[in-house]
């Protein structure tokens, strides 16, 4: 079948199973399903390293410091945890915006990457998150996992040799030599992807270049530069957009305050905080506060 008619076929299965705006878990591989109605709402996440294919629709996302524009049969491939916004824009009820995603599995990368030497990377820029227009193999693929959701007794068993091919198609289509590049031993990517590791378990820290470009095995000139080029943010940026996604977590999952959240991911401040929350979200952080 070619990608329109697989599309159609996905796009008919996603809206009945989701009649209405919501997110579903598909019960494994991080694998899940996502419906909005509306557009021109933000919606702000961290990104795990992931990819996500527009079924229908249109959405603009900014991963890290990039913004791209995600048509229907496109996806987007995140090779590290980055920070995201989200804007879905000309959707209503009657023609919804759809989305289905898959979460990469490192080990799974790690082991086709060891099985499969021509795989190796081949040099050129490394970026952790990028997109493409999608292919029948890898549409199809998507189908096929999605369809294991309807049936657990097959799931079991046949999930994991899905996702292991949807991981293979993608280290072998157009972002594949970013996905490789980032997942690759001795890489610079894959130094930038320990010390992002680092930032997201250490982010109430005080960072200091010096010690962040040790653990990279690079100079502090050069992991600069190379973080930079995998995030399109410096490390101190990325600090601090972990910092602030956490404290928004804090205030709608927590019913923290403000000043409690800023505390607890590391602000020294709550007037600094103040300030950096509105420049990421554009609304103060009392906005944010559950009533």
């Not at 996502?34 to 709402?41: A, G, I, K, Q, T």
């Not at 999608?134 to 040799?161: Q, T, V, W």
């Not at 600069?224 to 410096?234: A, D, I, L, P, Q």
Request: glycine share 10%; charged share 25%.
């Amino acid at each position: 079948m070619d990608v329109a008619e697989l599309n159609r076929i996905l796009k008919g299965k996603l809206l009945r199973r989701m009649p209405k705006i919501g997110d579903c878990p598909l019960g494994f591989g991080g694998a899940g399903i996502y419906r909005r109605d509306e557009s021109d709402v933000a919606e702000n996440c961290f990104y795990r390293p992931l990819v996500t294919v527009t079924v229908q629709g249109a959405k603009w996302s900014t991963v890290g410091g990039e913004k791209f524009r995600l048509r229907e049969n496109e996806f987007l491939a995140a090779a590290v945890d980055m920070p995201a916004q989200n804007y879905v824009v000309g959707a209503s009820r009657e023609k919804p915006f759809l989305s289905i995603s898959l979460d990469l599995d490192r080990n799974v990368i790690s082991g086709l990457l060891s099985e499969y030497p021509e795989l190796a990377p081949s040099g050129g820029e490394c970026k952790g998150a990028g997109t493409a227009k999608i292919d029948g193999g890898l549409l199809g693929a998507f189908l096929r996992l999605y369809e294991l959701s309807e049936n657990p007794r097959e799931a079991k068993f046949m999930a994991p040799i899905l996702i292991r091919e949807i991981h293979l198609r993608l280290l072998m289509g157009p972002l594949g030599g970013q996905i490789r590049a980032i997942n690759t031993p001795d890489t610079s990517g894959h130094r930038i992807s320990k010390a992002i590791s680092w930032l997201r378990a250490n982010y109430k820290e005080p960072v200091e270049i010096g010690g962040l470009s040790k653990l990279a095995g690079m100079s502090p000139a050069s992991f600069h530069r190379h973080f930079k080029k995998v995030t399109e943010m410096s490390p101190l940026q990325y600090r601090k957009r972990l910092r602030l996604y956490e404290a928004r977590r804090l205030m709608l999952a927590e019913n923290e305050t403000a000043a409690g959240a800023a505390y607890a991911v590391g602000y020294e401040s709550p007037a600094q905080f103040s300030r950096d929350y509105r420049s990421v979200f554009g609304n103060p952080p009392k906005r944010s506060l559950r009533p």
